[in-house]
């Protein structure tokens, strides 16, 4: 593999919370945090793709890299791709990893370990999950769950994406984390790709590279990053980065 590239979508549009990448936390827009945890990785150069000038000048504020792409992309993936074309037309990236630009707490060695799986050339796509280990998370829908068998040590081939409670019987369930890492190639079969039958039925967008016989690894890590959507979530993710600043 070549140098990874990271890129993090961010929009300011957000039915729950608006303008949340700006949203302040320890003194700095959210869509900053995510950046650093990013650069912090180490793993490759990071860029921010947004449809915003305000997010544009908050990232170059602190020294980051950010492009601007067009306001209406249906999907992260769609900037994901506008924002590849725009850095990097050489083709010179051959993996790209996908970091969600709502997860202020995440560890960046969970962003390392991402890409992992892509060692094994069978693998187009790489990603994350953890053990879910809160009873409540077994049955909430909005808890992606992620079906697969073990192929190495804390390694999964993702058979199935669910918002219901999967597989049955005995053992633990995965909790999906959505952050990819993409070979190049694949993210380009990708997104040419019409939505699937299940994606459009369950809402993930991740079932369309699975229908296509496309094949998805996933590393399990222990933790489990703070997803920021609502005021809620926007207050734990101030209390975690304040603790960490005084610490």
């Known amino acids: 593999m070549s140098d990874p590239l990271v890129l993090i979508p961010a929009r300011m549009?957000?039915?729950?919370?608006?303008?949340k990448p700006m949203a302040d936390i320890a003194?700095?827009?959210?869509?900053?945090?995510?950046?650093?945890?990013?650069?912090?990785?180490?793993?490759?150069?990071?860029?921010?793709?947004?449809?915003?000038?305000?997010?544009?000048?908050?990232?170059?504020?602190?020294?980051?890299?950010?492009?601007l792409?067009?306001?209406?992309?249906?999907?992260?993936?769609?900037?994901?791709?506008?924002?590849?074309?725009?850095?990097?037309?050489?083709?010179?990236?051959?993996?790209?990893?996908?970091?969600?630009?709502?997860?202020?707490?995440i560890d960046p060695a969970i962003i390392g370990a991402a890409i992992m799986p892509l060692a094994d050339r069978a693998v187009d796509i790489a990603t994350l999950c953890?053990?879910?280990t809160r009873e409540e998370e077994r049955h909430d829908p909005n808890v992606v769950k992620l079906v697969g068998h073990h192929v190495g040590p804390n390694r999964l081939r993702a058979l199935y994406f669910t918002r219901a409670q999967a597989p049955w019987g005995e053992g633990p369930l995965f909790h999906h984390i959505g952050?990819?890492?993409?070979?190049?190639?694949?993210?380009?079969?990708?997104?040419?790709?019409?939505?699937g039958e299940l994606e459009t039925r369950e809402k993930l967008e991740q079932l369309r590279a699975l229908e296509a016989g496309m094949r998805i690894d996933a590393t399990v890590v222990d933790d489990l990053p703070l997803g920021v959507d609502t005021p809620a979530?926007?207050?734990?993710?101030?209390?975690?980065?304040?603790?960490?600043?005084?610490?």
């Open 13 to 19: 549009a957000a039915t729950r919370l608006p303008n």
């Open 27 to 67: 003194g700095e827009p959210m869509i900053v945090h995510v950046w650093r945890r990013a650069v912090e990785a180490g793993i490759g150069p990071v860029v921010v793709a947004t449809d915003a000038v305000e997010i544009v000048e908050a990232i170059e504020r602190v020294g980051g890299l950010a492009t």
């Open 69 to 105: 792409t067009r306001a209406d992309h249906p999907s992260g993936s769609d900037r994901l791709a506008e924002a590849l074309d725009i850095i990097d037309p050489q083709g010179n990236h051959d993996v790209v990893v996908n970091v969600q630009g709502d997860l202020p707490t």
């Open 130 to 132: 953890a053990i879910i």
């Open 179 to 195: 952050l990819y890492a993409y070979r190049r190639r694949a993210l380009t079969r990708f997104m040419a790709l019409p939505p």
């Open 233 to 247: 979530d926007l207050e734990r993710a101030r209390t975690v980065l304040l603790a960490r600043r005084l610490n």
